[in-house]
């Protein structure tokens, strides 16, 4: 069946119970009734025929506008009854070309996306790739739902909850989920001994973002920094260990910024100089061979003479 | 389900807005998420006709002062039916609406406000009046500027009579207007200009006897303004409304003519300073 265009009333559209989307600020539901009611509804939402009323496929923000603002109709493009698995995946390609959604709102659906799938194929489990052909989402986006996903009850409340608050309210957010439990996965893998509760540490991470020890959530990757400096740097695990708990701890105002600067920072400075410096080291002795060095340019080599003095310096001092 | 497609956290707020509602105005034809009117572009959260000549109508929004609100007040404005409206929020959003500048454009504009806290206490921090009614205190501040202290101190008292009763508000204004004009005619008895004892009389005919006069040659548009005002207004106060439209027509004329009994008093003021009258109103 083609694709019909009507002019449909906003009160024979039902919602689409299978839309991902729960999340509708009113200050951006505000701005878009303010358009609609200058403009009117430019682009048509897209329904299909149920008994005697319509189901949104798309558009639901453009329809609920429509009811607020009591129009008789709306635009509205008819297309045949999708299955459910192809009703789930219009939406999601719709938003993954157009406004994205927020994560969770995907990360929730994402399991029924995984389901449907498998009962169309055998029960064969779709791999990362298959997910992100169906779905219209970057590998690294889902990866990123996962975490979401992973997160136990009490936190996708608590995210919830923010995310139904107008943005300037919202203090916690997807990222900082995202970027916590990244860090978090790596301090359980890198130094295990260091957290005795995880969920203590996720209330602990939590409490000091809310009152700003922790300033950032690029924090959290110090925070990675730290359980890697071990294996990478060397750095005795019971220092890394102690490091870590005083952040976990949630009675102190340890921030990780202050932690990494005073005991990491330098360490990581030092690893990265001296793999600059073997990479000059391995550059010249190379030239060398070849004697190549007599063809090498007058900056680089003003470079090194000013690179040598400051050597001598260093090591003199 | 009431309410279904809400947050958990604007759910909260439209339930105990509406109790709130409902112990204030009796709930009577309460209507969810319905259009009050095909006329009006607006489906409010919920809407009740606590009488026979107001619906009270609120939305439940995040945002203060939302552009749906202003949208919908033309045609409220407009309707055959007095309605009043409030805005219901969460109390963080008003505590958060810096110098409140949000919270006084729609106080400002008309519109109520209510707020509900996390507990679910709610209140009413701004009482609405039919919007028909509204004069926004910024336009009656700025009617009020050219006008004398001692008529300034008269007009707000009648501003805050109109608020409670809008009849009375009008009659008040109606009787700055009556003053004035006697104090004219007492000036112009003085002057021989009329005779002994017209200021006894009725303000039209006070007026009707000023105006044919020469001292009074050059003020007859502001005579003619005040005797145009007397005729239409005088008795809107004492006659009841006999059913929505009556009572929405009356609001919009009450206003109407309290915003020109203002400009009336300022044409007045200027006819008295031009005559050298003095102004004698207690």
């Known amino acids: ?317 | 389900m009431v309410f279904g497609t809400f947050s958990d956290r604007k759910r909260l707020v439209a339930n105990r807005s509406l109790a709130l509602c409902r112990n204030e105005w009796g709930g009577i034809r309460l209507r969810t998420e319905e259009p009050i009117d095909a006329a009006i572009n607006w489906s409010p959260t919920f809407h009740m006709r606590p009488n026979s000549t107001l619906i009270v109508a609120v939305e439940v929004n995040e945002y203060l002062f939302p552009e749906i609100l202003k949208i919908a007040a033309h045609d409220i404005e407009h309707y055959n039916f007095p309605i009043a409206v409030y805005q219901a929020c969460p109390l963080d959003v008003y505590q958060n609406d810096a110098r409140l500048a949000r919270a006084n454009l729609l106080a400002d504009h008309g519109f109520g406000l209510i707020t509900v806290d996390d507990a679910g206490t709610t209140r009413i921090h701004t009482r609405a009046e039919p919007l028909a009614q509204h004069i926004p205190k910024s336009r009656f501040d700025i009617a009020l500027r050219p006008l004398t202290q001692r008529l300034k101190i008269r007009f707000r008292a009648a501003y805050a009579t109109y608020h409670i009763d809008i009849g009375q508000g009008l009659q008040a204004a109606g009787q700055i207007i009556e003053a004035m004009i006697t104090c004219i005619a007492k000036h112009a008895e003085a002057n021989g200009v009329v005779p002994a004892r017209t200021s006894n009389r009725g303000t039209a005919d006070i007026i009707d006897a000023l105006s044919p006069t020469n001292a009074f040659r050059n003020y007859r548009a502001a005579l003619g303004g005040a005797r145009h005002f007397a005729n239409r207004y005088r008795n809107i106060a004492s006659h009841n409304p006999r059913g929505p439209q009556e009572a929405a027509e009356k609001l919009r004329r009450c206003k109407e003519g309290f915003l020109e009994a203002l400009h009336i008093a300022e044409e007045l003021r200027a006819v008295m300073l031009q005559l050298g009258c003095p102004l004698r109103i207690i």
């Not at chain 1, 002019?7 to 539901?29: G, L, Q, S, V, W």
């Not at chain 1, 939406?91 to 996306?113: C, G, S």
């Not at chain 1, 309210?169 to 260091?194: C, G, H, W």
């Not at chain 1, 060095?293 to 900056?299: N, R, Y």
């Open chain 1, 1 to 317: 069946m083609a694709d019909i265009l009507k002019e449909i009333a906003p009160t024979k559209i039902e919602r689409n119970p299978d839309n991902p989307r729960i999340f509708f600020r009113d200050e951006e539901m505000d701005t878009l009734t303010a358009s609609i009611r200058r403009y009117g509804i430019q682009v048509p939402i897209t329904v299909y025929a149920e008994g005697k009323h319509y189901v949104l496929i798309d558009g639901e923000r453009r329809w609920r506008c429509a009811k607020k603002l009591n129009l008789e109709s709306m635009p509205a493009l008819i297309r045949e009854k999708p299955s459910r698995l192809r009703n789930i995946l219009l939406m999601f390609n719709i938003h993954a070309l157009r406004e994205q959604w927020d994560y969770l709102t995907i990360a929730r659906k994402l399991p029924d996306v995984i389901e449907l799938f498998k009962k169309e194929n055998s029960g064969r489990t779709p791999t990362e790739v298959e997910q992100s052909e169906l779905t219209g989402l970057t590998r690294g986006q889902i990866r990123r739902c996962g975490l979401l996903l992973e997160l136990p009850k009490k936190y996708r409340e608590t995210l919830e909850e923010e995310l139904s608050l107008p943005k300037h309210f919202q203090k916690l957010s997807e990222d900082f989920f995202i970027e916590m439990e990244r860090a978090l996965k790596t301090v359980q893998n890198r130094v295990p001994s260091a957290i005795k509760n995880l969920d203590s540490a996720r209330d602990a991470l939590i409490k000091k973002f809310r009152k700003e020890t922790i300033k950032n959530i690029t924090d959290f990757r110090m925070l990675s920094k730290i359980a890697t400096s071990v294996k990478r740097l060397g750095v005795k695990e019971s220092k890394a260990r102690e490091a870590l708990k005083g952040i976990f701890d949630p009675n102190n105002k340890t921030s990780i910024e202050q932690v990494f600067a005073e005991q990491f920072e330098l360490k990581f400075d030092e690893r990265r100089v001296i793999l600059s410096a073997d990479s000059i080291y391995d550059f010249l002795e190379t030239s060398l061979e070849d004697q190549a060095a007599v063809s090498v340019s007058d900056k680089l080599r003003k470079s090194l003479s000013r690179l040598n003095r400051l050597i001598e310096r260093f090591l003199k001092s």
